[in-house]
């Protein structure tokens, strides 16, 4: 919220914005479900995850990448401190992100919590814990406070948003509001009515990222146009990602190149939704070089020129994670 | 050979003593680890928690059942520094309270996967700990009616009874219809099932206790000192009369002394709420055990509820 910020929060701090490069916006650096930690056929071998993701986030930066957007909030697997060690150790900044969602991945603490009756938690406290993670720093649990989340991230559960659901979107929108970090939203049903939940709180649109407008879904009811159209980043963030729900990489690449047509290329942000490593599911073995390698290319043939894509991958992010 | 899991490994059942069958060393909703205002130092942890156990050492205490479940803070390798220094036996279980309190992974899964979560933390061990876990918990989420996650995991917790041999404890016995007709699909007698918190004082009016007992099921009165005399008490408090009333009326002159178990359900030091001040595993000698002989309880009786019980019950059946 100061003058001075254009800045950052990455994991080893704050970070100059023009010094970010080319940012994957919504990536997964480890990946646990809430509760595989503690499973019998589960091992978390801190040594070997570490080996993974190193190698992937070189393997980034030998593509030209510049920073790591992990968009998986606080209760999925976050752990500052291996980010921290992985981005000394890579030279990859990596930006870490508070926020939770959907309801079914909350702990009982936030939905059956023990008054009576057990009321779930409303935004007022959702806000109050995600704003801390940004003000006070982000929770190694039941130990200590690191460095300041880059990024609140929450998302509606897919048959639709919950109540609960509501009151982590308005949460989010009001610790944007109190800190300045932007909100990473993942719609449910409805990606335009989701955004609106956030906009509603008064969050302007240009601090807020709508994922999975490549699922087939979004993209028929035309939701990547509405959404930039109200002044919102579009994230096509399955890029490599093919069949199933989701959209194809040469049909992305003629979405991105009609949004740049339609006045929209400041609005558009890629991202491979990749997963490092995984613990309790199959998560998505891609490289987060996929979009420069293969998607790039793509782009350039339908006649998108330099200065488009750099928008895309860098200017666009870097505005987005700017604190405000 | 009769054993009973420990965090420090088997010890034989003539070893346990007097015992605190539902009780626990720090119990938090999962996900209020995230939450700095329950946060304490590691210092103060143990100031909270080592003098209540050693109080309960020098009391008499033997043996200390920690009833908190997979996802709500369950710290093994704290109940082993623990024990070790205090003397006091320490069971720590598998399991879940509720299914409100199983985070996803396990919310998810089927009752095969959770039959495998529960054999392999009595057979192999819990975690890295190397400690086996020596009961299996179970429980009715919020609400009062069990869920179909809650039925998933009463089932898991049945058939891994029935191959390890380690006994089932519940959190609450509201519902219990459905809970025995689980059982009793999967061949599980009901002495290898305490039903707990019969005397609980949200639900005890709709606890069939007696129904229970006479199915063949062990009676947890096991919340005593959450008396609404405290100068705080939980939403869960009763008046103290009337749940020792409780107690006498279903004990019924000893008739059914054998199928009763009690313990207070205290937190040494809670993880994810404030707790209840002045309530502690150490009601037990204070107040219960000295109002149980005021009700004409001899010390016979008294042995039974504390001692005999809990060592049929915790005996591995294998």
């Not at chain 2, 033997?62 to 710290?75: E, K, L, Q, Y």
């Not at chain 2, 989420?141 to 380690?166: E, P």
């Not at chain 2, 599980?188 to 004082?201: I, K, M, N, Q, Y």
């Amino acid at each position: 919220m100061s003058g001075m910020s254009n800045t950052v929060n990455t994991v080893l701090g704050p970070v100059p914005a023009e010094e970010l490069g080319v940012v994957s916006v919504h990536e997964a650096l480890l990946s646990v479900v809430p509760g595989a930690e503690y499973a019998f056929d589960v091992t978390i071998d801190r040594a070997e995850i570490f080996e993974t993701l190193a190698a992937k986030l070189r393997d980034f930066r030998a593509h030209g990448g510049g920073t790591i957007v992990d968009s998986t909030g606080m209760f999925h697997g976050r752990d500052v401190r291996l980010y921290e060690a992985l981005s000394r150790a890579t030279g990859v900044h990596i930006v870490a992100s508070t926020g939770q969602g959907p309801e079914e991945l909350l702990g009982g603490y936030f939905l059956t919590p023990q008054t009576n009756p057990p009321t779930p938690w409303p935004a007022d406290k959702f806000a109050d814990l995600f704003t801390k993670e940004v003000t006070e720093g982000m929770v190694v649990p039941r130990v200590e406070r690191r460095g300041a989340a880059g990024l609140v991230a929450t998302t509606a559960t897919r048959t639709g948003m919950t109540a609960t659901d509501e009151s982590l979107f308005r949460g989010a929108a009001r610790t944007a509001l109190a800190t300045g970090v932007a909100v990473s939203l993942r719609y449910g049903s409805d990606a335009v009515h989701d955004l609106d939940v956030v906009l509603d709180e008064k969050l302007p649109a240009g601090r807020v990222v709508v994922g999975g407008l490549d699922r087939a879904d979004a993209v028929a009811a035309g939701a990547p146009l509405e959404t930039a159209r109200r002044g919102a980043y579009a994230a096509l963030d399955h890029v490599g990602t093919e069949g199933g729900e989701h959209i194809t990489d040469a049909e992305r690449a003629a979405l991105v190149a009609e949004l740049v047509r339609a006045g929209f290329g400041d609005r558009i942000l890629l991202s491979a939704g990749a997963t490092g490593v995984a613990k309790g599911h199959t998560g998505n073995d891609l490289p987060y070089s996929h979009v420069l390698t293969t998607f790039v290319p793509l782009l350039t043939a339908r006649g998108l020129g330099d200065g488009d894509v750099r928008r895309i991958l860098e200017e666009n992010p870097r505005a987005l994670l700017s604190v405000r | 050979m009769s054993r009973v899991n420990t965090v420090l490994g088997p010890v034989p059942t003539e070893e346990l003593g007097l015992v605190a069958v539902h009780e626990h060393i720090g119990y938090g909703m999962p996900g209020s680890e995230l939450d700095t205002k329950w946060w304490k130092a590691p210092e103060q942890r143990y100031e909270e928690t080592v003098p209540k156990l050693r109080a309960f050492h020098e009391y008499g205490g033997g043996t200390f059942v920690d009833a908190t479940g997979i996802c709500n803070g369950r710290d093994v390798d704290h109940y082993k520094s623990l024990s070790a220094k205090t003397g006091v036996h320490i069971v720590a279980c598998t399991g879940f309270v509720g299914g409100d309190t199983a985070l996803p992974h396990f919310a998810n899964a089927g009752v095969d996967y959770l039959t495998r979560q529960f054999v392999h933390e009595i057979t192999v061990g819990i975690g890295g700990t190397g400690s086996l876990a020596g009961v299996i918990k179970v429980g009715v989420s919020r609400g009062g009616r069990m869920t179909d996650l809650d039925k998933r995991i009463y089932r898991a917790a049945a058939r891994a009874a029935l191959a390890t041999g380690a006994p089932v404890l519940t959190h609450l016995a509201i519902d219990a219809e459905n809970a025995i007709t689980i059982f009793d699909e999967e061949g599980l007698p009901l002495d290898r099932v305490l039903f707990g918190h019969v005397d609980d004082g949200v639900n005890a009016d709709r606890t069939r206790d007696v129904w229970i007992a006479e199915k063949g099921g062990r009676i947890g009165f096991d919340t005593f000192g959450y008396e609404t005399e405290l100068p705080d008490p939980p939403f869960w408090a009763r008046p103290r009369k009337e749940r020792l009333d409780h107690f006498l009326r279903f004990v019924d002159g000893g008739r059914r002394l054998k199928q009763v178990l009690a313990s207070a359900d205290a937190n040494c030091s809670p993880l994810g709420w404030p707790g209840v001040k002045g309530h502690t595993v150490n009601y037990i000698f204070e107040d219960l055990i000295p109002d149980l002989r005021a009700a004409g309880l001899d010390e016979a009786a008294i042995k039974t509820v504390f001692v005999d019980n809990p060592a049929d019950f915790l005996t591995l059946q294998k």
